[in-house]
């Protein structure tokens, strides 16, 4: 990747770093927060994004991130209150900024319309702008003390007195039709100016260039605007003038301070060779000492007059733990490693236990230690690639603010959970998935306002995001506090699209789960929000791809609740070894209830090959591994075997039969696709202490199966190929 | 590389190319040497439910999951009793890598494409299927097998 590119790379995900910080900073202001610390970080958060797209040239960008980061600023200086309605449009114009971003990013293209409303409704924010003009602005600010942090120039007095500004346009700025007057005319609005015109530079008439410029204006500034302020008035002609902002010695002082105090060499530098210049050379070319970047660490705070002035002590939140960026690929490389690293030990282990040393010997006992640095070691592997689920919960907002105005539903999302840490591919895989859930929970979970009022219920919808780690697995709950699943719908609509039999008898959990069957949700139920093609069963698809199962519980007139466990990491399986038919398989322990040695009496026969076995008084379907994957031709007598209790999704159970249960262990999931196909009833393999391959047990395509549902078969393949 | 790849495509007439020659029963069969990453022992496979009879299982290759084709089998042959003698090619078949279980891998011929000779019109499907030409050496006739087809075909499968 040529410099460039990657400098280009590394903006982008900065600016998906700053962007989330603008939302989460928005909605906590939202939620009340008032810490002037977290305006900061929101108005940083645009300033940084601005700042990067200016380098690469980005203009829409840096357009509207203005237009944003002025209103911000605003805010930020108290002119602009908090409130609920400014913080919706800014949480708007957050959206609009991220999509300029990824437009950038991919070169797509923006809604320019959307851009402009935006643009605009932020620009009826500036309470200037609405008192029409800047005569009242002095009166704003008299109740604020300003502390300058003075991060970068820690030197500088904390006095609040104003700036001197000496403004020296060159050609280039006139040529780009910008005005020297218009920006005097913005530099008045941040407080009381006193403008002095520098004609020493002015020829005579006879040899003057109409195109060059020759006026410098030096401005007095009293007033509490901080000097990102003043420098932004510049921020389009940066680069076409000679600046220099230097702090007025003392406050509200307008006497003439010299020139240049207080301000870093290079502008000592810049200023001087203004000077020299423009005696020396009055079309001054283009000089090699630019004013400085408008440092953002600089800013003013403003303060409670009554906390204690600290200037610099501002207290902070506290910063993250130093984190680098590492290429996935190398990681992804170092777990297959440790996967290796774990084969092989138990290989080793094996081959010890069978030279016959005993349990005691400082082999084996050196083996136990090795065994247990390994589980370590892959646990911290593994934990390189866990992530909090936060990156994908933060997208939500934004998609229900864009549903709620599309259905026209006022909707609260509450998340919970959001430092749950699982692997990242279970992360990625998990933005499509619930995208649709939270569509459907606010499109069809949710009821209109009229109905809710009519129930007594508040008009405000809430949608609920909540993870959690639970058993070695994560849970993550999508719940809406709507009218629930209308279950006398769902069945009729099942019946008209041929999904189960008119006379069928189902329980509410069997309705419930009509809605994950493939072709429930067809188009002529689809609205634009929920729709897009995609139905319930492709939701669940993708959570049993992730080796997750989804299952909804509702009430009615009180809400629906989907809840997906999800293993922590698609990698390594916590397995029971079994045999079967001479064959070693491995089922997912997550999905067994228990084990157990069937009784002769236990076996009954339904006619056909059909068992079921009793458990406490239950009577569940019995099903034979061997013959479900075709190891053997007829069924293994139930008393030779040991029937494990599953406990598929949906809460549904089932026994299945093995020879033999070998013991427990952490297997290294490997993919049977990678090199083969998709096998039914196997969900991918492993490589066991003796180096052979063992499948793994997909545990619910097996029960479909035998339960007759061919279709799921078909619906597996699909799911492969799709 | 490059050079050796386009022998394989045996774009230049007259190209020169190196194909593996091995024996199932009493036949032999050769493929391009560049589609063979290494050459092994045979282990015991796990058996895979629901697979073609062609497909013996999968083995443990350095951590990766290989699965094992009886060439004997998918060429339509009788398949013999698998012994510690057999012999697994492991091939590169686009994306993935399949083993080829084969009895013996007898020699490594460089050969010009004039060499190859077209295969005679023959209504076996699998000759249609498979191979890709006919040499002959010493006496012997080799068939060149061609891989693409060798693993199942998902769509056809699943139609």
């Known amino acids: 990747m040529d410099p460039l590119a990657a400098i280009r790379e590394t903006f982008f995900q900065e600016c998906e770093e700053q962007l989330a910080e603008l939302e989460s900073g928005l909605l906590a202001m939202e939620a009340g927060d008032t810490d002037p610390e977290t305006i900061n970080a929101v108005f940083r958060a645009v300033h940084s994004i601005k700042g990067g797209a200016g380098a690469f040239s980005l203009e829409a960008l840096v357009r509207f991130a203005h237009v944003f980061e002025t209103a911000l600023d605003e805010m930020r200086s108290g002119r602009l209150a908090a409130t609920n309605e400014v913080l919706k449009t800014l949480l708007r114009a957050a ?36 008192a029409g003009g800047e005569a009242e602005s002095e009166e704003d600010w008299g109740d604020f003390e300003f502390k300058p942090m003075a991060v970068a120039a820690p030197e500088a007095p904390p006095a609040a007195g104003g700036w001197r500004v000496r403004f020296a346009p060159r050609a280039d700025l006139y040529a780009k039709a910008n005005e020297a007057a218009l920006l005097l005319r913005e530099l ?116 409670d007059p009554s906390s204690p002035p600290d200037g610099q002590g501002q207290p902070r939140k506290p910063e993250a733990g130093a984190t680098i960026r590492v290429d996935l690929e190398r990681v992804d490389r170092l777990i297959d490693l440790v996967g290796e690293l774990v084969i092989n030990q138990a290989m080793l282990s094996q081959r010890v236990m069978e030279a016959g040393f005993a349990r005691a010997s400082g082999v084996a006992m050196g083996l136990d230690e090795l065994e247990q640095l390994t589980r370590e070691i892959q646990d911290s592997v593994m934990a390189i690639r866990a ?46 998935p619930l995208t649709h859930m ?30 959690a780690h639970r058993s070695g697995r994560i849970v993550i709950e999508v719940a809406d506090d709507g009218g629930g699943i209308n279950r006398e719908r769902v069945k009729s609509i099942a019946i008209e699209k041929g999904l189960i039999a008119p006379e069928a008898a189902l329980n509410d959990e069997e309705i419930d789960n009509l809605i994950f069957m493939p072709g429930f949700s067809t188009a002529s139920e689809i609205s634009d929000i929920s729709g897009r093609g995609v139905g319930m069963d492709v939701v669940r698809r993708s959570i049993q791809a992730l080796g997750g199962r989804i299952t909804i519980s509702s009430r009615p007139g009180k809400g629906s609740t989907f809840t997906m466990s999800l ?90 039969l093995v020879d033999a249960i070998q013991g427990q262990r952490q297997v290294v999931i490997k993919s049977l696709e ?45 799911a492969a190929t799709g | 590389m490059t050079q050796t790849h386009s022998t394989v495509a045996g774009a230049q007439a007259g190209g020169l190319r190196e194909l593996i020659s091995f024996r199932i029963g009493a036949q032999e069969f050769c493929v391009d040497i560049m589609a063979v990453r290494e050459i092994r022992g045979w282990t015991a496979a796990t058996a895979l439910p629901q697979a073609p009879p062609f497909v ?16 004997a089998a998918r060429l339509g042959f009788e398949s013999s009793e698998t012994t510690d003698r057999n012999v697994i090619i492991v091939a590169q078949i686009g994306q993935q890598v399949v083993g080829l279980l084969v009895d013996a891998v007898s020699d490594i011929l460089t050969v010009t494409d004039d060499v190859i000779q077209p295969t005679p019109d023959v209504a076996s499907d699998t000759a249609k299927l498979f191979v890709r030409g006919l040499l002959a050496v010493d006496g012997r006739m080799i068939s060149l097998i061609g891989l693409e087809r060798v693993m199942p075909d998902l769509e056809l499968e699943a139609a």
Request: aromatic share 2%.
């Open chain 1, 188 to 303: 008045a609005r941040l407080g009381e100016t006193t403008v002095e015109l520098d004609v020493s530079a002015l020829p005579a008439l006879a040899d003057l260039d109409p195109e060059a410029a020759y006026l410098a204006w030096t401005v007095t500034l009293t007033g509490a605007a901080d000097e990102a302020a003043v420098r932004e008035v510049f921020e389009f002609v940066d680069g076409d003038c000679e600046l220099e902002v230097s702090r007025l010695a003392a406050a509200g002082a307008d006497d003439a301070a010299p020139l240049v105090e207080d301000t870093g060499e290079t502008l000592d530098i810049g200023a001087l060779l203004a000077r020299v210049q423009a005696v020396a050379d009055p079309p001054p070319p283009p000089l090699e000492a630019p004013p400085a970047a408008p440092a953002p660490a600089a800013v003013a705070t403003p303060q």
């Open chain 1, 95 to 130: 959206d609009v900024l991220a999509d300029h971003v990824r437009a950038a990013h991919d070169g797509s293209a923006v809604d320019e319309a959307h851009t402009a409303e935006l643009a605009e409704e932020l620009k009826a924010l500036d309470p200037n702008a609405a």
């Open chain 1, 674 to 718: 990678a090199n083969y196909q998709q096998v039914p009833g196997v969900a991918a393999a492993t490589i066991l202490g003796d180096g052979r391959v063992a499948l793994i047990l997909d545990i619910d395509t097996i029960v479909a199966v035998s339960r007759g549902a061919d279709s799921l078969r078909a619906e597996k393949r699909l």
């Open chain 1, 387 to 432: 992530q909090p689920v936060k990156s994908v919960f933060q997208r939500m907002p934004r998609l229900v603010r864009e549903v709620a105005a599309m259905t026209g539903k006022p909707v609260r999302l509450v998340t919970d959970g959001e430092g749950t840490e699982v692997d990242k591919t279970v992360i990625e895989r998990l933005a499509d």
């Open chain 2, 56 to 71: 013996r299982g999968v083995i443990n290759l350095r951590g990766a999951v290989l699965p094992i084709v009886d060439l």
């Open chain 1, 567 to 656: 293993p922590l990491t698609l990698a390594v399986l916590d397995g029971m070894v079994v045999s079967v038919q001479g064959q070693t398989l491995v089922a997912p322990i997550t999905a067994i209830v228990e084990t157990l040695l069937p009784k002769p009496g236990d076996v009954h026969s339904l006619g056909g090959s059909a068992r079921v076995i009793a458990i406490r008084d239950t009577y569940v379907p019995l099903i034979d591994v061997g013959q479900a994957l075709g190891y053997r031709a007829g069924p293994l007598d139930a008393t030779q075997g040991v029937a494990l209790l599953i406990e598929g999704e949906g809460g549904a159970r089932a026994a299945l």
């Open chain 1, 438 to 467: 939270i569509r459907n929970a606010i499109d069809h979970g949710l009821e209109s306002p009229e109905k809710r009022a009519a129930a007594g219920k508040p008009a405000e919808g809430v949608v609920r995001l909540a993870a």
